[in-house]
T-cell receptor, first 113, second 114 residues
Framework: DGGITQSPKYLFRKEGQNVTLSCEQN?????MYWYRQDPGQGLRLIYY???????QKGDIAEGYSVSREKKESFPLTVTSAQKNPTAFYLC????????????FGPGTRLTVT | AQTVTQSQPEMSVQEAETVTLSCTYD???????LFWYKQPPSRQMILVIR??????QNATENRFSVNFQKAAKSFSLKISDSQLGDTAMYFC???????????FGTGTLLAVQP
């Protein structure tokens, strides 16, 4: 089955630690995205990548980093510089170009204490 | 900057009835696309329907249809014959042409009552 996997579903970390969220897709999509979802807010774009070895900052990139070494994978690192990292994180992918549907993964709930 | 506004934080509808969710957006662009996504309690985001701004005809997908009013910058979602499985958070989203970045509204939580 084609799709997007995110692991783990729940992640707990201590304040001050970096943590990496995994996102893998087997849809052969060129473009991948990371969103953050907080209660009462819509999804906000953190980073996106339209091709391997290239990525751009979204609206809330501060305190996050990404890499895109393989087409299938787009891991997100939440660094200790992110002031409020507890949130639900969603990864998505699409065919590159305008108007293509973004397919979403099941998400990872990160709790930092 | 583009913005998307959903003014109804929560709505409720009886099973089998019709409900309309509102969405307005602000842009100076002429080439753009609009989407409605559904997020059920599982939190999996699912595309419900999409509309190209250059198309005058309103999009429909089975029980889901939109009322796209370009001049008013309004994009409402109508759900007919509501089913219990329609209970979810619904997000309106905007994509500017020549990009594939989505801008989301804050969502409307829809509860379908038996």
């Amino acid at each position: 089955d084609g799709g997007i996997t995110q692991s783990p579903k729940y992640l707990f970390r201590k304040e001050g630690q970096n943590v990496t969220l995994s996102c893998e897709q087997n849809l052969n999509h060129d473009a991948m995205y990371w969103y953050r979802q907080d209660p009462g807010q819509g999804l906000r774009l953190i980073y996106y990548s339209q091709i391997v070895n290239d990525f751009q900052k979204g609206d809330i990139a501060e305190g996050y980093s990404v890499s895109r070494e393989k087409k299938e994978s787009f891991p997100l690192t939440v660094t200790s510089a992110q002031k409020n990292p507890t949130a639900f994180y969603l990864c998505a992918s699409s065919i590159a170009g305008e108007n293509y549907e973004q397919y979403f993964g099941p998400g990872t709930r990160l709790t930092v204490t | 900057a583009q913005t998307v506004t959903q003014s109804q934080p929560e709505m409720s509808v009886q099973e089998a009835e019709t409900v309309t969710l509102s969405c307005t957006y602000d842009t100076s662009e002429s080439n753009y696309y609009l989407f409605w996504y559904k997020q059920p309690p599982s939190r999996q985001m699912i595309l419900v329907i999409r509309q190209e701004a250059y198309k005058q005809q309103n999009a429909t997908e089975n029980r889901f249809s939109v009322n796209f009013q370009k001049a008013a910058k309004s994009f409402s979602l109508k759900i007919s014959d509501s089913q219990l499985g329609d209970t979810a958070m619904y997000f309106c989203a905007f994509m500017m042409g020549a990009t594939n970045k989505l801008i989301f509204g804050t969502g409307t939580l829809l509860a379908v009552q038996p």
